[in-house]
């Protein structure tokens, strides 16, 4: 069972930069892509943005795209979300994610990111 491990939420002001991380328990080299998702009070989870570790290609949400990046570290086993130019929409519960080539998914215990008008 791998374990996800996050950190870097918060509470920032509208403008304002965090920075999640998300370092899993064994090696992402043989896993098929790793994102993150979000969800906030009353809404359905939805992917942020997803990197697959071969390659490094990447996936947005049309509502973050040019205000964050997701990165990977594979000698850390370590997904990075920067996220700039927060504003209020993007405060939600932040989970980390990893698929397996079977398709199958584990999740983070997830990170407050408060975004303060």
């Known amino acids: 069972q791998v374990q996800l491990l996050e950190s870097g939420g918060g509470l920032v002001q509208a403008g304002g930069s965090l920075r999640l991380s998300c370092t899993a328990s064994?090696?992402?080299?043989?896993?098929?892509?790793m994102g993150w998702y979000r969800q906030a009070p009353g809404k359905q989870r939805e992917l942020v943005a997803r990197?697959?570790?071969?390659?490094?290609?990447?996936n947005y949400a049309g509502s973050v795209k040019g205000r964050f990046t997701i990165s990977r570290d594979n000698a850390k086993n370590t997904v990075y979300l920067q996220m700039n130019s927060l504003n209020p929409e993007d405060t939600a519960v932040y989970y980390c994610?990893?698929?397996?080539?079977?398709?199958?998914?584990?999740w983070g215990q997830g990170t407050q990111v408060t975004v303060s008008s």
């Open positions: 994610n990893l698929r397996t080539y079977r398709n199958t998914m584990y």
């Open positions: 064994e090696s992402i080299g043989s896993f098929n892509a």
């Open positions: 990197i697959f570790i071969i390659g490094g290609s990447t």
